[in-house]
């Protein structure tokens, strides 16, 4: 039982825009920030999105994040066949002195 | 070319003890935060602790304190996680991750490629 919740699974076809959302308490993500990480399959995550809306270098416009009280989504436009991934939410939790994750959604490209 | 490289997993029994580590390269070590989060084969991430950049300050989750111990080596730009009393749910992918700050609380920015630890009889 993962602290932030996602859905399992998600899905989409090329060109449509997906949504993925992550919900949690006040203790982590309603005091903290939200963090995405995209993880194809059988390799390690990277770092898709930070501080709820930020992209790091080299990450394409097509991901965006945001975030409200205590839940956050992750949007993915224009979808393509290499967005096929298991993507996880992350953030610190200040009661836990940890970090937390979502249980992952994969997205599927149909 | 930032890299982090895991070593160290392999098969142990229940009980037994393992030290993972991560040699790290193409960053200045001693400024970040490191961390070590795990996956269970076809499941989620699980954070299990991470050390400050400077006092080495650490932090654990309650599924291994008191059973594993964070360090680092900045002379040697090398993060270590000693791992004992180790059990069947213990089984997973070991990330090594860098933070993007001097305090475990900053994101997590970079992640080596992991190892594997198999806890069986």
């Known amino acids: 039982q993962s602290v932030l919740t996602q859905p399992p699974s998600a899905s989409g076809t090329p060109g449509q825009r997906v949504t993925i959302s992550c919900s949690g308490s006040s203790s982590n993500i309603g005091s903290n920030y939200v963090h995405w990480y995209q993880q194809l399959p059988g390799r390690a995550p990277r770092a898709l999105i930070y501080n709820n809306h930020q992209r790091p270098s080299g990450v394409p416009d097509r991901f965006s994040g945001s975030k409200s009280g205590t839940s956050a989504s992750l949007a993915i436009s224009g979808l393509r066949s290499e967005d096929e991934a298991d993507y996880y939410c992350a953030g610190w939790d200040d009661s836990l002195s940890g970090w937390v994750f979502g249980g992952g959604t994969k997205l599927t490209v149909v | 070319e930032l890299q982090l490289l895991e070593s160290g997993g392999g098969l142990v029994q229940p009980g037994g003890s393992l030290r993972l580590s991560c040699a790290a390269s193409g960053f200045t070590f001693s400024s970040f935060a490191m961390s070590w989060v795990r996956q269970t084969p076809g499941k989620g991430l699980e954070w299990v602790s991470g050390i400050s950049g400077s006092d080495g300050s650490a932090d654990y989750a309650d599924s291994v304190k008191g059973r594993f111990t964070i360090s680092r080596d900045n002379s040697k730009n090398t993060l270590y996680l000693q791992m004992s009393s180790l059990r069947a749910d213990d089984t997973a992918v070991y990330y090594c991750?860098?933070?993007?700050?001097?305090?475990?609380?900053?994101?997590?920015?970079?992640w080596g490629q992991g190892t594997m630890v198999t806890v069986s009889s």
């Open positions: 991750a860098k933070g993007a700050f001097l305090a475990v609380p900053g994101r997590i920015d970079i």
